[in-house]
Structures are given as structure tokens and as C-alpha cells.
């Protein structure tokens, strides 16, 4: 009886027998997703949605009660003047004049007015101010209402030599950082794809041969950035979204794609008629990259249970573009291939040719995985051991948010709040207790702000400075700015957020029935997220874990081989973890590429690399292990399985793992340090993968293993056996 042919096989099929429609269906789908995305434009998260726990809880307050409020200031000074000067006072009075007759302008604090506060706006040196303003209008108007008052600012600029002035804020500033992004997309983009290029060329030989995943995987990442832009408008996304949707959709749509085309290769090779090999193909591979895609779609599902807005959408991203790329590989290849038939192998690089050949000749990979074989237990132990001795610096990761110094130094905006922190030196952190109620100006509430401020004053080493409180219009909100000892992230700013919370509020504001209370500021934001990911970890890792041991069990009807599988890939993140503490909390790799270190990780990496390294690696794994068990149901014994699929497949698992190391280790060159050291992390864990786990660890423990590779409980043998070796006809005679 002839076998069934699994889904991939059969949508290989169709798009063979369809080919017009198949091309002609993806076109227009990858055109109007990119134009749908560019009509719709990305809506991205709010700096209010941001944030997690209480102090998140505090910024949606903010950001409800001052819907409209969106401060911006300019730093005025002289190397030459003081601000006593009268040159200096008439450029100050004389730009908050104008600013006043400026249209979307309001609230402008000068630092000569007699208002309260305004004596703290000039520097103790006497040769820096800054007057500050809000602008009238929305979130969403402002990028357009602060060009006015930032021309103003010019303007004056120009005509008062003797003066710098340096404009900042929320928005004027934030134009410039999304102008950084958008050149560092820009910059991944131009250097990413002509080096993907160069290795297809290197392992396909032929133009056309590298040119087809590589354009597979750019139509699938511009058709999920259009998708992406689309369905923001229900869910906002993080402002990098798009580079994530690069990075990984670039790195799986061309593996997924070269897995394909190599094995349809083989399989002419081998003698077998052009639909025979794209069957084969399409039942192997095709099967593989769907297991594979699920597999890295359901680890990127885990991102949703950490309750951060930003994570959930990188988990969108993620999971969208790598659905449209393992769509595009078993629907669309297999049209390409049909089309293309033997006409794939033209336009060969002579130079790449005979280099290739010679490589095969040499058979490195062979000559490793001989020797692996010969003696297994040595290899399991020494690949092993190097892992754990790569992971060990893991145990003294350090997290923290990157400050001023992460950023590129030649921006205008990280030159001006570098000048700002010079001249107004901050003594320490600032907490904000956030209050709302149907009115905050009631006696219950004033009295009790009344009573915060007299219980944190017994707390003098802790708490320094005057607080002040804000009102919102509606007098629904109320800001309370207590000021903190300490930088904000040390164990001093620490202490005084944990007696601020646990003692000083519920002693007072804590006791008002019907108030709403919620601590927020630097300190709080960073402890709380910290929290959140140290309690959200641990479910991630949870779902990761179980989804893929289930994945595997089902599609290869073994225990031993998901168990295996999770713990080489939990090596490989550990290896990566302890790349990465090596090379950013130290100094030595600094120059190199070109950041200054805080001795720290950004806290979002380790969790965001360990959903996408522990996806990715199951790439390599699904390929070689379906290999494996195709040949073992064939009738071969466990250790030529191993021997045999390691060689006939290493050629194809280095040259994706080459396109993934290149891409990732794009990213590591961008200016921001969390992109250098979200590329590094997976440019080290995908090498390692590739290189000491599959060519060396998991041969030697397969080996080791035997036949107990494949071993199943017998309750477990209602599960649906899988055919891992299709039915493929010979090419006639």
C-alpha cells in the first residue's frame, strides 16, 4: 500500500502542478502586503504602555491624566558668559518671548520668572540655564507641533552668537533616535543581503541556485513588515520590530529555502526524474521545515506569557514572518524548482566550483564525524565539557539598562543630555507616587500627600529635597515627586523605593478609601521589570520546554529524542550566555566593536535570546534527526544512520548556519549595544550549534545511545507514526 503523503509533500505537489498560481498567488500577496503596511504605517507602543508591574501601572495613569502633555526644553550656555549677564538674561527673555507668540506652545518656565523652582534652572557654575515649554496637542501631533518652537530656537541661535543652544526633550529628541533606527535597518539591510549572497554563491556554486532563497527570503520579510504595519493598528508594536522581523526572517527563509533546494538536488543526482526529486524533497525537507517552523513559532509564543508589550510584539513579528517564510519554502519552492528544473544549476562559478570540489574532496566534516564515531564517549565528554566551561561566565551575568553611553556619541541629542548631565549634575533618583480619584483636591487626599511627606521625612537618609505635587486638569491625577537618595540602580536608590512603598505609603496615602495608588519613576521602572522578568522567565522556559518535547515526541516517536534535543540546545544557550557576559561586561572587546561597556546585559536579552536561540537551534536539529530516521526506517543500523546523514548533510547545515552567523553578526556593527549584543548572542549560539553540537556532541551521544534513540513507552503507542522516508520513483531508463 502505498504511503500517505504528509502535508508537505502534498502542498509540494500542488504548487508543482500550479506554478502560475503559485508565483503569480505570492506576488500579489507580498505586493499588497507592502503596500498595505505602507499605507497603514506602524503604530507603534507608547512610552506610557511601556512599562510593566506598578510602575507601568503608574505610567498609564500619567499617560491618561496628561493625555496632551509633552515637555521639551533647550539648554542655553556659554564658555564666556554667565547667566547674570545681561546679554545672557535678554537671549533668554527675548526666546521666551517668541516662544510664547509661537503656535502649540505653553507653560514656559523661564529661569529668571519668580515662579517657584525656576532658581534650580541655572547651573551652580552660573554659565548654563535651559527654559523649558509644553506643547499644545497629542502624542501623535507633536512631532509636527514642535518644529515651530525648534525653529525659533534656531533662529535665535543664529542671531546670538556668544550662546549654544541645545534643544531637547520627549519628542524633538525621540525624531532623531527614530532617524538613528531607521539608518541602522537601513544599514542591516544593505550589508546583510549582498553577504547572504556571497555564501549562497560559495555553497550553491550557481547564481540562480543562490539567487532563489535569497529571494524567497526577502519577499517574506517585506511581506510580514507589510502584514506587521497592519495588524499594529489593533496591537501596537515596539519600534524595533522591524529589525527583529530582519533578522529572523532573513536567517530562516533562506535555511528553509536552501534545505529544500539541497535536497531536491540530491535527489536528481541520485538519478531520480525532476517531479520524483521534488517529491522526495517536498516529503523530507518540506516535512522538516514545517516541524522546524512550528517548533521555532511555538518557543516565540512562549514571549507572550512575560506580560512585557514589548516582548509580546517581537513575539508578533516573529511567529508572522516565520509562518509566511515556511509558507513560502512548501508553496512557493517547489513552483520556482518545477520552472526552473535542471536550469537551477546554471550560471556555475568556475573558482567556487573547483574550490568546492576540493573541499569535498578533504571532507572535513566526514573525517570529524569518523573519529566521533570511533570514540564517542571521549568526544561527548571533551564537547561537553568545553560547552559547560563556555557557560560558566553565565553564572556572573549582571543586568542593567544600558544608559547614555550605549548610544552613539555623535548623535545631537545624546551630545545635548551629556552637556545637561554636566551642567545640572543629578544628586539622586526620583520616585513619582501616582494618585487618582474622582478628585485629588479633596480634604481626605490633600491631607494625606500631607502625611507622605512627614512620614518620608523621617527617613532623612533616604529621602533629600522638597516634594512636589502636580494636579492633572480633570484633578483626577495627582504626581508626587519624592526625591531618592542614591544613582537611581543602587542598593541605596533601592532601599528607599522598598520603605517608600512598604512603609511610607501605607502609612499614609495607602489609607484613603477609593485612591489609587502607584509608585513609578527610573528606580521603580527598573526594579519592577527586573521582577517581572525573573517571574516570567521560569513560565517561558516552562512553555518552551514542554511545547517542543511534545513536538518532537510526536514527530518522532521517541522520548529520548526530545530530552536529548532540549538539553544540547540548553547547552548551546548557556555557551552563548556565557559569549556574551565574556565579551560585554568586560572591556576587552570594546574597540573591536565599538561600544563602551556598563558591565552589563540589557535585561531583555538573556530571556528575548533564549526563545529565539532554542527556536532557531531546532532548525539544525529537525533536519539532521529527520535525516537520521529516515535512513534507520530504510533498514539501516543507528550508527551508519548517524554516520551517513551527519555527512550528507553538513555541507547544507554549515552553509545555513553560515547565512545565519553573517546576518546576526550584522546587527552586532548597528549603534545601539543592545542590537551588538543581541547579534553577538545569536551569531555565537548559532556557530556553536552548527559546529561542536551537531558535527561532534550529538553523533558521539546518538551513538553512545544506539537503538535507545528511538525508544518509546508502550503507553505512549497510540501516538500517529510518522513516514519519515517517502515512496520515490526511479527515473526511467
Do not use: C
Not at 549654544?164 to 544599514?187: C, I, N, R, V
Not at 521602572?525 to 516552562?542: F, G, P, R
Amino acid at each position: 500500500m502505498k504511503p500517505k503523503r504528509n502535508v508537505a509533500a502534498r502542498a509540494g505537489r500542488w504548487s508543482a502542478r500550479h506554478r502560475k498560481t503559485a508565483l503569480i498567488g505570492w506576488l500579489l500577496f507580498t505586493v499588497l502586503a507592502f503596500m498595505g503596511g505602507q499605507s497603514a504605517g506602524l503604530n507603534t507602543i507608547k512610552s506610557t504602555e511601556l512599562g510593566v508591574g506598578e510602575a507601568g501601572k503608574a505610567d498609564k495613569i500619567i499617560g491618561e491624566a496628561w493625555p496632551e502633555e509633552s515637555r521639551e526644553a533647550v539648554l542655553i550656555s556659554s564658555s564666556q558668559l554667565k547667566s547674570s549677564d545681561r546679554e545672557f538674561k535678554r537671549a533668554v527673555g527675548g526666546l521666551a518671548a517668541k516662544l510664547g507668540d509661537t503656535a502649540h506652545v505653553k507653560n514656559i518656565h523661564s529661569p529668571y520668572s519668580s515662579k517657584p523652582g525656576a532658581a534650580n534652572q541655572i547651573s551652580k557654575d552660573g554659565h548654563s540655564v535651559f527654559l523649558s515649554y509644553q506643547l499644545t496637542g497629542t502624542e501623535v501631533q507633536a512631532p509636527d507641533f514642535v518644529k515651530a518652537p525648534l525653529h525659533a530656537i534656531a533662529s535665535d541661535a543664529k542671531a546670538n552668537d556668544s550662546l549654544k543652544y541645545e534643544p531637547y526633550g520627549s519628542t524633538s529628541s525621540e525624531e532623531e533616535f527614530k532617524e538613528m533606527f531607521a539608518a541602522d535597518l537601513a544599514k542591516a539591510t544593505k550589508t546583510s543581503l549582498p553577504l547572504t549572497l556571497f555564501i549562497l554563491l560559495i555553497a550553491a556554486g550557481t547564481f540562480i541556485a543562490a539567487g532563489v532563497p535569497l529571494l524567497l527570503g526577502i519577499t517574506g520579510v517585506i511581506a510580514t513588515m507589510g502584514i506587521v504595519a497592519a495588524v499594529s493598528k489593533l496591537s501596537p508594536v515596539a519600534s524595533e520590530i522591524n529589525e527583529i522581523i530582519l533578522l529572523v526572517g532573513l536567517a530562516v527563509g533562506v535555511d528553509y529555502a536552501l534545505f529544500y533546494l539541497r535536497r531536491e538536488r540530491e535527489e536528481r543526482a541520485a538519478g531520480h526524474s525532476k517531479e520524483a526529486a521534488l517529491e522526495a524533497a517536498a516529503a523530507t525537507s518540506g516535512r522538516a521545515v514545517l516541524v522546524s517552523g512550528f517548533t521555532v513559532m511555538i518557543a516565540m509564543a512562549g514571549m507572550y506569557l512575560s506580560s512585557d508589550p514589548t516582548f509580546m510584539s517581537f513575539a508578533t513579528g516573529g511567529i508572522l514572518v516565520v509562518a509566511v517564510s515556511m509558507l513560502a519554502s512548501i508553496t512557493v519552492l517547489p513552483a520556482v524548482l518545477s520552472m526552473l528544473g535542471d536550469k537551477v544549476d546554471r550560471g556555475r562559478i568556475p573558482l567556487i566550483g573547483r574550490l568546492k570540489r576540493r573541499m569535498s574532496e578533504f571532507s572535513l566534516w566526514s573525517r570529524v564525524v569518523d573519529r566521533v564515531l570511533k570514540r564517542p564517549l571521549v568526544a561527548a565528554l571533551v564537547s561537553g565539557g568545553l560547552l559547560v566551561a563556555l557557560a560558566v561566565p553565565a553564572l556572573g551575568m549582571h543586568t542593567a539598562n544600558p544608559g547614555l553611553e550605549s548610544f552613539p556619541q555623535d548623535l545631537k541629542a545624546v551630545q545635548t543630555f551629556n552637556h545637561l548631565a554636566k551642567s545640572f549634575p543629578a544628586e539622586g533618583s526620583e520616585a513619582v507616587v501616582v494618585l487618582k480619584a474622582s478628585d485629588v483636591t479633596s480634604a481626605p487626599v490633600k491631607a494625606a500627600i500631607a502625611d507622605l511627606e512627614t512620614a518620608a521625612g523621617k527617613h532623612e537618609d533616604l529621602f533629600t529635597g522638597v516634594i512636589e505635587t502636580e494636579i492633572s486638569k480633570d484633578r483626577t491625577a495627582a504626581q508626587v515627586i519624592v526625591p531618592m537618595a542614591g544613582d537611581g540602580e543602587g542598593a541605596l536608590s533601592n532601599r528607599a523605593l522598598d520603605t517608600l512603598r512598604d512603609d511610607v505609603i501605607p502609612a499614609s496615602v495607602g489609607n484613603v478609601r477609593g485612591l489609587e495608588v502607584a509608585v513609578g519613576g527610573e528606580t521603580a521602572s527598573l526594579t519592577d521589570y527586573k521582577n517581572s522578568m525573573s517571574k516570567s522567565i521560569l513560565y517561558v522556559i516552562a512553555f518552551v520546554l514542554a511545547a517542543a518535547f511534545l513536538l518532537l515526541l510526536v514527530t518522532f516517536r521517541s522520548i529520548v529524542v526530545p530530552i536529548k534535543a532540549i538539553l544540547l540546545n540548553l547547552l548551546s544557550v548557556g555557551a552563548a550566555y556565557g559569549v556574551l557576559v565574556l565579551v560585554f561586561q568586560h572591556e576587552w572587546a570594546e574597540g573591536l566593536l565599538g561600544f563602551q561597556s556598563n558591565g552589563a546585559i540589557t535585561p531583555w536579552i538573556p530571556l528575548f535570546l533564549f526563545v529565539i536561540l532554542f527556536g532557531l537551534s531546532m532548525d539544525y536539529h529537525v533536519f539532521l534527526v529527520s535525516r537520521i530516521r529516515e535512513l534507520y526506517d530504510r533498514g539501516m543500523s543507528t550508527d551508519q544512520a548517524v554516520a551517513e546523514a551527519v555527512k550528507s548533510t553538513s555541507g547544507v547545515i554549515t552553509s545555513a548556519a553560515m547565512v545565519m552567523v553573517g546576518v546576526f553578526a550584522v546587527f552586532a556593527t548597528l549603534s545601539m549595544l543592545p542590537f551588538k549584543q543581541m547579534g553577538i548572542g545569536l551569531a555565537a549560539a548559532i556557530l556553536i550549534d552548527a559546529t561542536i553540537v551537531r558535527a561532534v556532541l550529538l553523533p558521539a551521544t546518538m551513538k553512545l545511545l544506539g537503538d535507545r534513540n528511538w525508544w518509546l513507552p508502550r503507553r505512549l503507542g497510540w501516538l500517529p507514526k510518522v513516514e519519515h522516508a517517502p515512496e520515490v520513483v526511479p527515473a526511467q531508463a
